[in-house]
C-alpha cells in the first residue's frame, strides 16, 4: 500500500518562510515526478512545483511561484520537499503533495495524493 504523508506548513506573516515536505511510503519501484499541489476554497487544485525525477530532476514552477519557492528531491528517503519564501497571503491554501509512481504490486504506473496540508499566511 502506497502512501503519501505530508508534513509541515502552519501560519506564518507575510514576508516569511515555511517548508513542507511529503514522503512516499511502502511498496515502490520506481516515481517518475512528484509535485505540490495547492487548493483554496471553491478552487481547481493547481500546480505549484513540480520535479520531474525520470527526467534528471528537472524542475518546473507555477508564474506566481517563481523565484520564491524551491522543490527538492530526496530519492533515497522518496521524500520531496517544497521551500517557501518571500510569502504572500496569495499562497494561501491547502498543499497537496503527490506522485506518479510505479508501485511493486500491479506493476502500473499510477498516481497518488497526500490528505493536504494547511499553509496560511497571514498579512
Known amino acids: 500500500q502506497v502512501q503519501l504523508v505530508e508534513s509541515g506548513g502552519g501560519l506564518v506573516q507575510a514576508g516569511g518562510s515555511l517548508g513542507v515536505s511529503c514522503v512516499a511510503s511502502?511498496?515502490?519501484?520506481?516515481?517518475?515526478?512528484m509535485a505540490w499541489y495547492r487548493q483554496t476554497p471553491g478552487a481547481e487544485r493547481d500546480l505549484v512545483a513540480e520535479?520531474?525525477?525520470?527526467?534528471?530532476?528537472?524542475?518546473n514552477y507555477a508564474d506566481s511561484v517563481e523565484g520564491r519557492f524551491t522543490i527538492s528531491m530526496d530519492n533515497a528517503k522518496n521524500t520531496v520537499y517544497l521551500q517557501m519564501n518571500d510569502l504572500k497571503p496569495e499562497d494561501t491554501g491547502v498543499y497537496y503533495c503527490?506522485?506518479?509512481?510505479?508501485?511493486?504490486?500491479?506493476?502500473?504506473?499510477?498516481?497518488?495524493w497526500g490528505q493536504g496540508i494547511q499553509v496560511t499566511v497571514s498579512s
Open positions: 520535479v520531474q525525477i525520470s527526467r534528471g530532476g528537472g524542475t
Open positions: 503527490h506522485a506518479r509512481l510505479t508501485p511493486r504490486t500491479g506493476w502500473t504506473l499510477r498516481q497518488y
Open positions: 511502502g511498496n515502490i519501484w520506481s516515481i517518475n515526478d
